[in-house]
Structures are given as C-alpha cells and as structure tokens.
C-alpha cells in the first residue's frame, strides 16, 4: 500500500487536513503540539489504497523533543511514497527552511500552503506558481478548516502520488552541511513568491487581547471565563441527564424485568443488578461529559489556552512548573491521559515528570460524575456547585502542593518560548467530529473496563452462594472489613471501600459499582446514599476520591512516558498518602467541629 506522511511545523493543520482527507477525528487545537504520535487512516485514491499518517508538527527534522523523535522514528522507519508539508502561509519566513529540509531527504513532495483564508486576511500573497518553479515542487494554496482549495489540492495530490516512486527509508538521506544554501534559497524564493506586510493586520487578535491578556484583568477574566463555562455545561447537560435516566428506567420495567421474568434469579440479577443498573448509571453522565469535551473543544481552537498558559506563566515558573504545564493540567480536567501525552512537547526531562506527577490530580471527567452524582445525592441544591467548586479547589491545590515538594528533585532550566498563535473559531464540522470522539471514547471504555467492574463487583456482593446479597458475609463485606482500620479513621464505609478499590481501573466504576452494591439505580440509589451517609463522609470520600490515584489507563501512560517504574510507584505512593492524609484531617476536623 502506498504511504503519504502529513510533515510541518506544530499548529500548521495537519491534523485538519488529515480529518478533510481521510474523515477522520484526530485532535485539533489552536496551540502547537496537539498532535503528539502518528495517526493513521486508509482512503481511496485513483482506484487504490493509501495509507495517509498523520504527525506531530516538528520546528527541525534535528529537534530532540520526544515528539519530534516520533517524527524521526516514523521517518526512519517506513517507506513513504509522497511527503505533505504542511506550512501556514502567513508564517512562510519561518516555515519554508522546514521544507528545504525535508526536500533534502530525497524524498518525493508536495507543499502546501494552509489558512489561504488568514492569509487574504492578514494581507499576505503568494504566487504559488512562482514558488513552485523556483523549489522544483508542485505547490497548493488552500484552507484545510473551510475547504478553499481543498478539490486543487486533492488532485495534485493524486497526480504526484501517481508519478511518485515509493522511498524506503535506507534511501533517504540529506546533504548535512547545507544550512546556508537553505538559507539563501529561503531568502530567494521569499522575495519572488511572496509578499508580507512589515506589519500583519490582524486587528481582530490585538483587540482581543489587549483585553485577555491585560496585566490585572487578565487572569480574573480567564477564571470568570472558566466559570461561566461549567455552569453553562451543567445547565445544559441536567436536562439530557434526566431523559436519559427516564429512558432507562422506562426500558428496564417495560422490556427488561418481564423479558427476564422466568430467567433464573442469579441470571436477572446479574443483567438487571449488575450490568444495567451499573452501566446505566454511569451511561447517563455521557451528555455531561460530551458537552464538557466540546466547551472545552472551544477553548482549545479559539486559541485562549495559550493566553492561559501565558496568563499562568510565572506562578507556574514558582512552583517550578511552567505555562504549559497549566495548560496540561486544565486538559487533564477531560481526561488524565491526553493531558499526559502532552508533556512530549517539553524538552527538558525534569520538567515533564514534575508535570506528569501534577496531572493525575487533576480533577478528570470521569472524577466529576463521582462527584455531580454525590453532591446532587447529598447536598441541597444550593450547595452542590459550592462543593464541586470546592473539589476543583483542591484539585489545583494538591496539584501545587504536589510541584512544590517534588521540584527540588526535578530542576529544569528549560527557557519557555511561547508562540501566541491567532484566535480561531471552530466550525460547526469541527465540533461535530469532537463530539462523536468522545462518544465512542465512552463506548470503548464503556465494553471494556464499565462491564467488567460492574460485574465483578456483582460477583463479589453476590458471593459465596447462599449469603445475603450485599450483606457483611460476602466477599465485598470480608474485603471492607478488612480495610476498616484504614478506611474507618476517614469515614470511609465498606461499601464505599468496595467502590475505591474498582475506581482503582476506571473511576466510571465508582457510581456504577455503587448502583450494583446498593443494587439500585437512578433516583433511588441517590435517596438511599442520602439516607446511608452524611455529607461529612460524603465529602471525606470524594476527597479522596479525588487524590488516592488516577485510573488505570492514566498509570499505564505515566509509566509509558516516563519508562521508569520507579517514578510511578513514587508517584502512586505520593498520592494515595496525600489522599489518605487530606481525607483524616477534613473528616476528623468536622467531627471534631460537632459535624
Ligand atoms: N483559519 C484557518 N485555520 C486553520 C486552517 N487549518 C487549520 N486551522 C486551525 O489551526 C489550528 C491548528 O490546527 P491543527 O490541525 O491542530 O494543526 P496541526 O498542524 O495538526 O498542529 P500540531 O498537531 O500541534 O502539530 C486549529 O485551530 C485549526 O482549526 C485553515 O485553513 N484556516
Ligand atoms: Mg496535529
């Protein structure tokens, strides 16, 4: 099968391109590094298959970031038949050196000059077919995002594949010491092909940060912005909530009980008890999240991360840290493991484990249904956005605590260059794509680890044969007993301590699992926790909830991208401690208080 890479600088929109071309989702973002390991896709291309890949954007084919090793390795690697470069066409003083470069491999090529539509706007023009006879290579003007030129592009994309001879990657090679005839030929084509003002006229960006970035107003407007955005996720998602918590109690007393009435009763108990009530529960947290991802979709392609990271920069430097790094905790708010991945665009080694230490703790998707599910249960109406509040409060505070004790072992010198890319707007198709990623996200980890907590917690309240389901005889009773002398000093239950060990793989679970241990779900498990607990255990949990570890998957990508075992079982013990710490003083504090 014949191969085309993706190559360019970060923030070019490779990765639009690549969803244009293959209708895939692969990440978009308005901030370099988005893309931080290959994504593949099949098309049909003139009556064959081709395999287009998708890369994380490299400033130099020498950088030595571990995303720009991806980029080399893939190069290594693999045989490609026809190389994409991807450049921003208001940024062609800076990007086409990129090009001669890869030139220089041997390799066949096509340029591409992205965000045509930025710039008309900004004032820049290029003769592309002056540029294309002076570089020897076929080169297209176009707008990945809106699909101006997107039909010219296609083709000539197909024409050069067609006349393209496949290059393994032995073949490759680059005359080194050619750095000044780069230069010169930059130099030369810049002057014939294109034209850019001295000054860019984008007004629009300049008036917009004049205020997002004003020296007092800036971080009050972005914490305002923050808010406003998760009151609007709430208020929009509690509506679809309830629909879909109507349609699954509907479903399971119209269809589900009389369908399984003469089924065994270990039999309807497993699929009504176990897995519908579990999945169910945690199924009608999807609206929420989907929203959540979408808001912050928005954030993330409008290009206000960076100005947060900007904003952040110098607190974060005191604990060590930098901008991105905050920028990578807001994302760890999704989800943990992007949010990992992410650190691949930091060079100095120091500073991405001080990072990765700090994103577990930040307060994931999958963390907040725990926690909208227990403070709507336990809290009046009223009370419930405080102590959500309050729980993304203390996951930025044990986030710093966190950086500020290990960053006497994890120095970095590394000098932050940020790049304020302009603001963009997402389009609707964006947005769409987004949404339906995290859909089937859900669903993926929904089949994989959902199904299987819930039924194992099944098991363990259901087991050995013959015990009262739930009761203190079970394997989940002798399990909560035996973790009573840790557990019962912070107000933890039994029950609850069942619920912790399967958020251990997924914190989805948690709800679900407490569906299946109470064996209800829905509006009845809220009564019935509401009547089981008291808000100072409830919050004990969450707390710690919060801290004692990130999921499964989030461990497995800390050990991936930090190859040491050792720094995560440090990582592990740290915060379960933390958890169990923070959870004995909160609880015993209340107590103590009369709570
Ligand atoms: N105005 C405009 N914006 C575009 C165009 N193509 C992409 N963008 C935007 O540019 C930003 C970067 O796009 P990506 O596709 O994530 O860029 P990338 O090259 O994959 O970036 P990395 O993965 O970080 O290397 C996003 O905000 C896109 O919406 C375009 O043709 N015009
Ligand atoms: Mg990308």
Avoid at 52 to 71: A, N, R
Avoid at 212 to 230: A, C, K, N, R, S
Avoid at 319 to 324: K, S
């Amino acid at each position: 099968m014949r191969r085309i890479a993706l190559l360019g600088m970060p923030n070019t929109g490779k990765s639009t391109f690549f969803n244009r071309i293959t209708g895939a989702s692969a990440r978009v973002g308005n901030w370099p590094g988005v893309t931080i390991d290959l994504m593949g896709a099949k098309i049909l291309m003139g009556g064959e298959m081709v395999e287009v890949v998708d890369l994380p954007g490299i400033y130099d084919l020498h950088g030595f970031s571990d995303d720009e090793q991806v980029v080399r390795h893939f190069l290594e690697n693999n045989a490609i038949d026809l190389a994409l470069i991807i450049l921003n066409s208001c940024q062609l003083d800076r990007q086409l050196s990129l090009a001669l470069q890869l030139k220089q491999l041997n390799l066949p090529c096509l340029l591409l000059l992205n965000m045509a539509d930025e710039a008309k706007r900004f004032g820049v023009t290029v003769d592309a077919a002056k540029m294309s006879e002076q570089l020897g290579l076929p080169v297209m003007l176009m707008s990945a995002k809106y699909g101006e030129g997107y039909k010219p592009a296609f083709d000539a994309i197909g024409h050069a594949l067609r006349n393209s001879q496949t290059v393994q990657p032995e073949q490759m090679h680059e005359k080194l010491a050619a750095e000044d005839a780069i230069e010169q030929k930059m130099e030369q084509v810049l002057k014939s092909a294109v034209q850019i003002p001295p000054r860019l006229s984008d007004d629009l960006t300049t008036k917009i940060d004049r205020v997002m970035l004003h020296p007092w107003l800036g971080l009050p407007i972005f914490f305002g912005v923050m808010y406003l955005l998760f009151q609007a996720i709430f208020l929009l998602s509690k509506p679809l909530q309830d629909v879909i918590n109507w349609a699954l109690l509907g479903f399971k007393d119209a269809a589900l009980i009389p369908l399984l009435s003469t089924a065994p009763t270990w039999a309807s108990g497993l699929l009504v008890d176990g897995i519908y009530n579990g999945v169910g529960t945690v199924a009608a947290f999807v609206p929420i999240i989907v929203l959540f991802f979408l808001f912050m979709a928005i954030v993330e392609d409008t290009g206000y991360l960076s100005r947060a990271a900007f904003l952040m920069d110098a607190l974060m430097a005191r604990m060590g840290l930098d901008g991105r790094s905050f920028v990578m905790l807001l994302l760890g708010f999704g989800c943990n493991v992007p949010a990992l991945m992410g650190t691949r665009v930091m060079r100095s080694r120091a500073l991405r484990l001080l990072t990765m230490m700090v994103i577990p703790l930040s307060l994931c998707s999958a963390r907040l249904q725990v926690f909208l599910f227990l403070s709507a249960a336990l809290f009046s109406p009223k009370a419930a956005p405080l102590v959500l509040f309050s729980l993304y409060l203390m996951s930025f505070a044990t986030a710093f605590l966190t950086a500020i004790i290990f960053k006497r072992r994890l120095v970095s010198h590394e000098p932050f260059v940020l790049e304020m890319p302009p603001y963009r707007f997402p389009t609707l198709r964006q947005m769409v794509l987004r949404g339906w990623h995290e859909v089937r996200h859900f669903l993926n980890r929904a089949s994989k680890f959902i199904v299987i907590g819930v039924v194992l917690v099944w098991v363990l309240t259901n087991f050995p044969a013959g015990v009262a389901p739930g009761s203190s005889a079970t394997w989940a009773g002798q399990i909560g007993a035996w973790m009573a002398p840790i557990l019962d000093p912070v107000g933890i239950n039994n029950q609850l301590a069942i619920a912790l060990i399967f958020g251990f793989v997924a914190k989805e679970i948690v709800i679900g699992s407490l569906a299946v241990i109470y064996g209800m779900e829905g509006a009845a498990l809220s009564q019935h926790m509401a009547g089981s607990l008291d808000w100072v255990q409830a919050y004990s949990f969450m707390l710690f909830t919060l801290i004692y570890t990130p999921c499964l998957s989030t461990i497995a990508t800390l050990k991936s991208e930090s190859k040491s075992l050792r720094y995560v079982a440090m990582a592990l013990a740290w915060s379960l401690g933390l958890a169990w710490v923070v959870s004995f003083v909160f609880y015993q504090s209340a107590r103590a208080l009369g709570y």
